[in-house]
């Protein structure tokens, strides 16, 4: 999520799931269906696998509170927290930070979120940050939340023109590239889509394993992903990047 989400799937949920609810989707949602029949994973794919990573920071819907949960086996300790609100004209409005002591197995309660604006007819962004001692980012979540979950102000969200670093290696029979993805404009970059296609105007590679999708950019910020695929589903094309998002200016760039 990375954005307005329902509560995040746990392990145990997950494991209860039946091929066809994860495969075949009742609807368009972000939370419905994790992958398709042509092994193409769909947002809620990269929302469950960012709720079950190993320290979470998350956001309780229910009443804005801001939790840390640690799945590893060693308290952790150290760490600073940090949230803050952005209108949908990407002002900050809010922010709060504290540091943070979790038992393993555990999770604890932050602090609260406070909206000081009144965002009744339109969105705002709140973006969570969890550091470790080195000020390495070890969590992040993304929300974005509207009065009654209406979130048509959205489609007011002005285009953004990425600027994009590609690094390419080979692994035996596999490309790995590693994609960096900056947003150098005053604006959200939101709900990022890359993938890469067979040949300029081919089909998407299937399966392909990306370190995250469906995201979001900050104004000054950038976001580096990795992508990797076995080569032979090429079929003698050349890889091209497909960049794509809710305002996102479309780009296609060779890989090779």
Same mark, same amino acid.
């Given at each position: 999520?990375?954005?307005t989400?329902?509560?995040?799937?746990?392990?145990?949920?997950?494991?209860?799931?039946?091929?066809n609810f994860?495969?075949?989707?009742?609807?368009?949602?972000?939370?419905?269906?994790?992958?398709?029949?042509y092994?193409?994973?769909?947002? =809620?794919?990269?929302?469950?696998? /960012?709720a079950?990573? %190993?320290?979470?920071?998350?956001?309780?819907?229910?009443?804005?509170?801001?939790?840390?949960?640690n799945?590893?086996?060693?308290s952790? /300790?150290?760490?600073?927290?940090?949230? $803050?609100?952005? $209108?949908?004209d990407?002002?900050?409005?809010w922010?709060?930070?504290?540091?943070?002591?979790?038992?393993?197995g555990s999770s604890?309660?932050?602090?609260?979120?406070?909206? %000081?604006v009144d965002?009744?007819? $339109?969105?705002?962004f709140?973006?969570?940050?969890? /550091?470790?001692?080195?000020?390495?980012?070890?969590?992040?979540?993304?929300?974005?939340?509207?009065?009654?979950?209406?979130?048509a102000?959205i489609?007011?969200?002005? =285009?953004?023109?990425?600027?994009?670093?590609? $690094?390419?290696?080979?692994?035996?029979?596999?490309?790995?590239?590693?994609?960096?993805?900056?947003?150098?404009?005053?604006t959200?970059?939101?709900?990022?889509?890359?993938?890469?296609?067979?040949?300029?105007? =081919?089909q998407?590679?299937l399966?392909?394993?990306?370190?995250?999708?469906?995201f979001?950019?900050? %104004? =000054?910020?950038?976001?580096?992903?990795t992508?990797?695929f076995?080569g032979?589903?090429?079929?003698?094309?050349k %890889?091209?990047?497909?960049?794509?998002?809710?305002?996102?200016s479309?780009?296609?760039?060779?890989?090779?």
């Open positions: 999520m990375d954005v989400v329902p509560p995040r799937c746990s392990i145990s949920f997950l494991a209860s799931l039946r091929l994860v495969s075949f989707p009742a609807w368009p949602s972000v939370i419905w269906q994790l992958y398709d029949w092994l193409r994973p769909h947002a =809620g794919y990269y929302f469950v696998k /960012k079950n990573e %190993p320290i979470h920071i998350q956001l309780n819907l229910d009443d804005l509170s801001v939790a840390v949960i799945h590893h086996f060693e952790q /300790k150290g760490l600073l927290a940090t949230a $803050t609100v952005y $209108t949908l990407l002002k900050e409005v922010e709060d930070k504290a540091s943070v002591e979790v038992d393993s604890c309660e932050v602090f609260q979120v406070e909206i %000081p965002f009744s007819d $339109t969105v705002c709140l973006d969570l940050q969890l /550091k470790d001692n080195k000020e390495n980012c070890i969590s992040e979540n993304f929300y974005w939340l509207a009065k009654n979950n209406d979130f102000a489609k007011k969200l002005l =285009g953004v023109n990425l600027d994009v670093n590609i $690094t390419a290696k080979e692994k035996e029979k596999k490309r790995i590239y590693r994609i960096r993805l900056a947003n150098a404009t005053d959200l970059a939101f709900f990022v889509n890359p993938s890469v296609r067979k040949g300029r105007e =081919g998407e590679i399966p392909s394993f990306w370190s995250d999708n469906y979001s950019i900050l %104004p =000054g910020k950038a976001r580096d992903v992508v990797e076995e032979v589903h090429l079929e003698g094309e %890889p091209y990047l497909k960049l794509e998002g809710w305002n996102i479309p780009k296609l760039i060779k890989l090779d």
